[in-house]
């Protein structure tokens, strides 16, 4: 049973950054899909970045492409979200995802089946 634990959510002033981290444990295949979500403001999960733990292409949505970015440590199955520039629509509650690839890539738009308890993110003035 893949487990992911998020961390680094808090409270920031307008314009600052965050660095969050998803710490991955039971996993079993050679490589996953791992990505960001945040709750968005419909009943589906919101995406934000995504990629491979091992390979290499890294997918964002086209709202955080400028002001976030992804980065890993594959060896120790970590996941980080590096937000700058942020603004109050980016307060939300952040999920990490991740899923088998199972030649479905790893993009935002396939599902995710493994999810982090979320972190939060506040920004404020």
């Known amino acids: 049973q893949v487990q992911l634990v998020e961390s680094g959510g808090g409270s920031v002033q307008i314009g600052g950054a965050l660095n969050l981290s998803c710490v991955a444990s039971?996993?079993?295949?050679?490589?996953?899909?791992v990505a960001w979500f945040r709750r968005g403001q419909g009943e589906e999960r919101e995406g934000v970045a995504s990629?491979?733990?091992?390979?290499?292409?890294?997918y964002y949505a086209s709202t955080s492409a400028g002001r976030f970015a992804l980065s890993k440590h594959s060896g120790e199955k970590t996941l980080y979200l590096h937000m700058r520039n942020l603004r109050p629509e980016d307060t939300d509650i952040y999920y990490c995802?991740?899923?088998?690839?199972?030649?479905?890539?790893?993009?935002?738009?396939?599902?995710?089946?493994?999810w982090g308890q979320g972190t939060r993110v506040t920004v404020s003035s």
């Open positions: 039971g996993l079993v295949y050679s490589d996953y899909c």
């Open positions: 990629t491979y733990l091992v390979g290499k292409p890294t």
């Open positions: 995802a991740a899923a088998v690839p199972a030649g479905r890539g790893c993009g935002l738009d396939r599902p995710y089946d493994s």
